[in-house]
């Protein structure tokens, strides 16, 4: 049975639903709560998200690049066009929007895409100076050219939406760069379409065993890039507020980011949430081991980033429980139990004020790894919190369950926000079971 794991924590890692049913928190409020929630501008049956990609590009067709699973030494930033189907009309996707999970599901899919700026260079286009590799004159100025096409962009986009906060998307293993696209343009247009979505695809998509080994590589390949691209969201003038969303591995490539940016900060005598204007960060069934979590979260500050950190953690997760029997894990983050929190480590983490943890009780298809995307009850608090961290809600609007002893922890079940009216059979709650590894 041991011999299986591996290959089955792999593949259960890289599930996906492309089909998402609507969260319970718009089926409550109705349609017409909905649509007043969508800015005017937006109510239609598509929409554009801005992009970041260090992925290779494979070639050039008429609805624009297409991007592969090998790296790239650039970052290459632009805008794609997603279609909401079965919807042709606005009117339609409204009614799928708030529809029961029984009835109609919504299946995005992406269309043209137009890349608007590169940022970076190889090695063919550096120079030595002084013993130092540097652009050359002609780099230098290109790459100042993209900046200000993409900063022109962004501040279009924000200028159309009213607001300046960007959502910024990070995928986990073995994920598509349309499969990126489309998973932050489902939960963007569940938040109500507000502000930026900006889409940060890495090198992964290979999937197996060692493909997960190739994935990793990448993930930390790509960490120069995501820096890069979080400072230039931070000295952005009409950006005001960041919202990180960072899904499995992607949350190991945020976290490693976001430390190595810190000690920068440090230096610099400035704080993340300012320099980097971070005011949410989620990390969504994070593939991180607890270890290196606590260590990174505590030791090396990483908790400072944000105003406010939010992890969404499920024994029902089996995919994030099999990856720690493959990696040695004590556990990884995404697959904690309350138990683990009489540690003195993650008691403490529980008391931070910026941080929280949310017991995520919500059986899911699968392996229930997308269960923060696709399950209409977790789902319903990540539209809420975002919503609330943006201005758009009542602060302490979310209706979630206060641990009884553990000051930061709080409990997300398949009812929350379910309708009354909802006569569906009850789910079967699990509140602390252990996944059985052995026959």
């Known amino acids: ?53 260090d992925r290779a590009k494979t070639e050039d067709r008429p609805d624009g690049p297409v991007y592969g699973g090998e790296r790239a030494p650039f970052l290459r930033l632009g805008r794609a066009t997603v279609r909401f189907l079965p919807a042709k009309d606005w009117e339609t996707l409204k009614r799928v929007s708030v529809s029961r999970p029984a009835t109609e599901k919504l299946a995005p899919v992406v269309g043209a895409r137009d890349e608007i700026a590169r940022l970076g260079w190889d090695y063919r286009e550096l120079t030595i100076v002084d013993g130092v590799a540097v652009p050359t004159p002609e780099a230098a100025a290109r790459e100042a050219e993209h900046a200000a096409k993409f900063s022109a962009a962004l501040s279009g986009e924000i200028a159309d939406a009213g607001r300046g906060d960007v959502f910024l998307y990070l995928h986990g293993f073995d994920n598509t760069f349309d499969e990126a696209v489309l998973r932050l343009a489902q939960l963007w247009h569940y938040l109500g379409r507000p502000g930026v979505a900006l889409a940060y695809s ?9 493909g997960y080994s190739y994935d990793r590589e990448s993930g930390e390949y790509t960490v120069g890039h995501l820096k890069a691209l979080l400072r230039l969201l931070g000295e952005h003038p009409s950006v005001e507020r960041v919202h990180v969303i960072a899904h499995s591995r992607g949350a190991d490539v945020c976290i490693t980011a976001l430390r190595e940016l810190g000690y920068v900060l440090r230096g610099e005598g400035r704080r993340g949430p300012e320099a980097l204007k971070l005011k949410t960060l989620v990390l969504a069934s994070p593939d991180v081991d607890e270890e290196v979590f606590e260590q990174r979260f505590v030791r090396e500050g990483v908790y400072t980033a944000a105003e406010k950190t939010v992890v969404y953690f499920s024994s029902y997760d089996l995919a994030i429980e099999l990856a720690s029997v493959v990696f040695g894990s004590r556990r990884r983050v995404g697959a904690l139990r309350i138990g683990d929190f009489t540690g003195a480590s993650l008691a403490f983490l529980a008391g931070v004020p910026q941080l929280e943890f949310v017991d995520s009780r919500v059986p899911s298809v699968g392996a229930g790894h997308d269960y923060l995307f696709t399950q209409p009850a977790a789902m319903s608090d990540l539209i809420l919190l975002l919503r609330e961290q943006a201005g758009l809600e009542p602060a302490g609007g979310r209706p979630l369950t206060a641990h009884e002893h553990l000051r930061g922890v709080r409990i997300l079940d398949a009812g929350y926000l379910r309708p009354p009216d909802d006569d569906r059979p009850p789910t079967r709650r699990r509140d602390d079971v252990s996944v059985e590894l052995e026959p």
Do not use: D, K, Q
């Not at 890495?202 to 060692?210: A, I, K």
């Open 1 to 53: 049975m041991r011999r299986l794991l591996p290959f089955a924590a792999i593949l259960a890692l890289s599930c996906a639903e492309a089909r998402v049913s609507a969260p319970h928190v718009w089926i409550g409020r109705g349609a017409a709560a909905f649509e007043e929630a969508t800015p005017r501008a937006e109510r239609r049956a598509e929409t554009e998200v801005l992009y970041a990609t």
């Open 202 to 210: 890495w090198p992964s998509g290979s999937s197996g065993l060692f």
